[in-house]
């Protein structure tokens, strides 16, 4: 779960982690009134949507605190913002972040990720502050600094200063920067991150470091246990076929391809988008029903995918191990009669009652295209999809 600059921000106040006095705003009015409050002579006004890049596409503004602050606020209130992150549909800005301008010595990188390889979270930073880390890495990786933290004793006092000495803070602002690692370890673990980045974070004029922007995630399969970060969801933020599965614990990514698919098991799910790809089609979707779906998730999961008007052909792939295959084909036979799909159909499926599953498929007096193996499923899609789909 992803949520505002404004949010990671209130968030990081609570941790006591330096940051530019400000406030949300959703209306011109409330901007203009939030900028009246601060006391800088220059007003930072930020877009709030989930996607970097925005000072690029127009999204961040720095004005004279006064009349140039309504300003700013009509220019990017309400206006669809494309940045690299977005893609060319941009997304519609509903809310500003409107914040003092700082005095600005250095910009600095720091971020805290999940690292499988290491299975421990580690710290990365970087004086490159104020670029898009990709291209740092992928240009000049020897300006990065990793530091793995060891899950069971945290961040060590010897490790915050090999950070904070790479960084090169200056003596004045070595004590604040210190305990800003130390606080955002805190803050990481005990929200249940899976990602929290400051870029840029700033070493100012008068010596302070503080976190200028915040980026966090959250990892979903932990909120149970954070009620107070639920509510900072926004569902205009996500897409809504993607909001949709969630409620019925599908897990589903909407991609830009047009054959629909339906799987139990995430590897499996990317080895079917995998193949797909190889016989020259395009997967519309990551759709992973997982093992114990019965016929209601079926369905929920066939009216999601219909529900995206680029899906040309559905294909399902399914081992059946806790989902048996008989009753995979009856919740399937049950959902296309019940929802008229009329869309073609390549079912793959392996494993427990899989020639039950295959009888029922048959004695439905529905046309599903049912192959054997993987790759003659992929083959079905690729041929399918060559034919003109009938409107």
């Given at each position: 779960m992803k949520i505002h600059e404004y949010q990671a921000k209130s968030l990081f106040r609570e941790f006591n982690i330096p940051v530019p006095a400000g406030n949300v705003a959703f209306t011109v009015d409330e901007a203009v009134s939030v900028a009246k409050s601060l006391t800088t002579a220059k007003v930072v006004v930020k877009a709030q949507i989930h996607a970097g890049g925005r000072g690029k596409g127009g999204g961040v503004k720095v004005v004279d605190n006064g009349d140039a602050v309504k300003e700013a606020a009509q220019q990017i209130l309400g206006m669809q913002l494309i940045t690299h992150q977005t893609g060319p549909e941009g997304k519609k800005v509903k809310s500003l972040l409107v914040e003092e301008g700082s005095s600005i010595e250095r910009e600095l990188y720091l971020s805290i990720i999940m690292d499988r390889a290491t299975a421990r979270p580690v710290i990365m930073a970087s004086q490159a502050g104020g670029m898009d880390i990709e291209e740092v890495a992928e240009k000049t990786p020897e300006k990065i600094i990793k530091e793995a933290i060891h899950p069971a004793l945290g961040i060590q006092a010897y490790q915050a200063r090999k950070i904070a000495y790479a960084l090169d803070i200056p003596k004045e602002g070595m004590k604040d920067a210190l305990k800003l690692l130390t606080n955002l370890y805190r803050m990481f673990l005990e929200k249940d991150c899976s990602l929290v980045e400051i870029n840029p974070l700033v070493v100012t004029a008068d010596k302070r470091v503080i976190a200028l922007d915040g980026k966090v995630n959250f990892e979903d399969n932990a909120l149970f246990r954070q009620p107070d970060l639920v509510e900072m969801r926004d569902l205009d933020e996500e897409d809504p076929l993607e909001v949709e599965a969630s409620k019925f614990n599908l897990n589903y990514i909407k991609l830009d391809g047009n054959v629909g698919c339906m799987v139990n098991g995430a590897g499996l799910a990317m080895a079917t988008m995998d193949i797909i790809k190889l016989y020259g089609a395009k997967p519309a979707n990551f759709l992973d029903v997982g093992g114990?779906?019965?016929?209601?998730?079926?369905?929920?999961?066939?009216?999601?995918?219909?529900?995206?008007?680029?899906?040309?052909?559905?294909?399902?792939?399914?081992?059946?191990?806790?989902?048996?295959?008989d009753l995979l084909a009856e919740g399937v036979v049950a959902a296309a009669s019940k929802l008229n799909i009329t869309l073609p159909i390549v079912i793959r499926m392996k494993g427990t009652n899989m020639e039950e599953g295959k009888k029922i498929l048959a004695d439905s007096g529905l046309k599903f295209e049912v192959a054997d193996t993987m790759k003659e499923g992929a083959e079905k899609v690729a041929q399918l999809m060559k034919q003109p789909v009938a409107s």
């Open positions: 114990g779906a019965d016929a209601e998730g079926i369905e929920n999961a066939f009216r999601i995918l219909v529900s995206d008007k680029s899906v040309e052909l559905i294909f399902i792939n399914i081992f059946g191990g806790i989902l048996r295959c």
